[in-house]
């Protein structure tokens, strides 16, 4: 089984600030890893994820994540964070050993980015 | 390409009732899950179904079913309503499932009130 612990329930940030959202994980088995962007009243949307290879992954809207095996974490990061980009964030990940799309998802982290 | 669509996308039962709801994935896809969205136990994965058979299953009780038709279309029941199963239900669906680096795409789900 996994589980998925995102440590900040809420990051406010100024306009053109970096920002880190925080992802760690546990798991028995070797894990894939996705960031999911969530607008109000919207579906899920792919920010970006990791299967294999380089450990620094590059997705939408210039984000990137970071995966740490030893650490087991894959934190999020934006060097520069727009008003658009306020929205709920999710880490998850999915069972490299088993078929299948089940995806363990993390409780969230509201991004509000303020004028 | 037209996405994932979840119909309806707003509903209200009362308690005891039933539901069901829909979801047409993306053309070609055959693997399609549904996810449970609440404030409180946040995003829990429901089941998956590939090509008409269910692959995996999550932790609900005996009164949440589906099923997956012939064309990939995908419906979820859920039978005497309880006002915990107040809910956003999201479905999502990919090729074959992550396994395969597939990226799964989620719909905008359908609200379910219960009152």
């Known amino acids: 089984a996994q589980s998925v612990t995102q440590l900040d329930s809420q990051v406010p940030v100024f306009e053109e600030a970096p920002v880190e959202l925080r992802c760690n994980y546990s798991?028995?088995?070797?894990?894939?890893l996705f960031w999911y962007v969530q607008y109000p009243n919207q579906g899920l949307q792919l920010l970006l994820k990791?299967?294999?290879?380089?450990?620094l992954v590059k997705g939408i809207n210039g984000f990137e994540a970071e995966f740490n095996k030893s650490q087991t974490s894959f934190h999020l990061r934006k060097p520069s964070v727009h008003i658009s980009d306020t929205a709920e964030y999710f880490c998850?990940?999915?069972?490299?050993?088993?078929?299948?799309?089940?995806?363990?998802f993390g409780e969230g982290t509201q991004l509000t980015v303020n004028p | 390409k037209a996405g994932v669509t979840q119909t309806p996308r707003y509903l209200i039962k009362t308690r005891g009732q039933q539901v069901t709801l829909s979801c047409s994935p993306i053309s070609g896809h055959r693997s399609v899950s549904w996810y449970q969205q609440t404030p409180g136990q946040g995003l829990q994965f429901l089941f998956e179904?590939?090509?008409?058979?269910?692959?995996n299953k999550g932790n609900f009780p005996g009164r949440f079913s589906g099923r997956q038709f012939s064309n990939s279309r995908s419906e979820m029941n859920v039978s005497t309503l309880e006002l915990g199963d107040s809910a956003l239900y999201l479905c999502?669906?990919?090729?074959?499932?992550?396994?395969?680096?597939?990226?799964?795409?989620f719909g905008e789900g359908s609200w379910l009130t219960v009152v």
């Open positions: 798991s028995s088995v070797s894990v894939y």
């Open positions: 179904y590939f090509s008409e058979t269910q692959r």
């Open positions: 990791y299967l294999s290879g380089s450990t």
């Open positions: 999502a669906s990919s090729l074959a499932g992550v396994r395969s680096g597939n990226t799964i795409y």
């Open positions: 998850a990940v999915s069972d490299r050993e088993t078929s299948g799309s089940r995806l363990t």
